[in-house]
């Protein structure tokens, strides 16, 4: 079984400031892990992904996010937050395929709030 | 540019009427899920596609139902909408093979009064 947690409901932080999100993740074999960011009133949106090789990705909006092994983590951070980073970020994990199946398991989501 | 849509954005219904939520999508995507997103428990799967004439049930899918009749559609049906089927629902599809994201709708607010 696959899974995630997000142990952070709300991420308070200034803009100018660093930012980092956490998740954490169990999965049976190497993991597929995902980012996405959802604006009120709006879909869920891809930032970026780890698939293989580099530990660091970089994705959308100066976003990027560091995969660490041993600690089955993958939290997402950008240097400087802006006031419209402000929205709901999910983690998801994906082991590999088994049987063809692609399914992604969601975190709980965190809410980024980004005060002037 | 292709897009995943959903309609209607939103919805007011009565309990136990049936109730069909649309999902186009035109990626050409093999792969078509739809969620639900309550507050406290993100996203929930409750049906999932693999392409036309495959369904198959997510971790929620009692009372609802999906149809695959072709590779752009993939409407939800609940059968007798209930007072705890109120939610948003957001339809997805993504690229067969690993390891794709996934693309998102714009949601559809569902009320059952």
């Known amino acids: 079984a696959q899974s995630v947690a997000q142990p952070e409901d709300q991420v308070n932080v200034a803009e100018g400031n660093p930012l980092t999100v956490k998740c954490t993740y169990s999965?049976?074999?190497?993991?597929?892990l995902f980012w996405y960011v959802q604006y009120p009133n709006r879909g869920l949106q891809f930032l970026l992904k780890y698939i293989t090789g580099d530990n660091l990705v970089k994705g959308s909006y100066g976003f990027e996010a560091e995969f660490n092994k041993s600690q089955t983590s993958f939290h997402l951070k950008k240097p400087s937050a802006l006031v419209s980073d402000s929205a709901l970020y999910f983690c998801?994990?994906?082991?590999?395929?088994?049987?063809?199946?692609?399914?992604?398991?969601f975190g709980r989501g965190t809410s980024l709030i980004v005060h002037p | 540019d292709a897009e995943i849509t959903q309609s209607p954005r939103h919805k007011i219904t009565e309990t136990g009427r049936q109730v069909t939520l649309a999902c186009h999508q035109t990626?050409?995507?093999?792969?078509m899920f739809w969620y639900r997103q309550d507050l406290g428990h993100g996203l929930r799967l409750i049906h999932y596609?693999?392409?036309?004439?495959?369904?198959n049930k997510g971790e929620v899918s009692d009372g609802y139902s999906v149809s695959r009749s072709n590779t752009e559609d993939l409407p939800l049906t609940l059968e007798s909408a209930a007072s705890s089927q109120t939610s948003v629902y957001f339809c997805?599809?993504?690229?067969?093979?690993?390891?794709?994201?996934?693309?998102f709708g714009p949601g559809t607010r569902l009320t059952v009064t």
């Open positions: 998801a994990v994906r082991g590999p395929s088994t049987g063809g199946s692609y399914i992604p398991t």
């Open positions: 999965v049976s074999g190497n993991p597929y």
């Open positions: 596609s693999y392409g036309v004439q495959d369904t």
């Open positions: 997805a599809s993504s690229e067969s093979g690993d390891p794709y994201e996934q693309y």
């Open positions: 990626w050409n995507h093999n792969n």
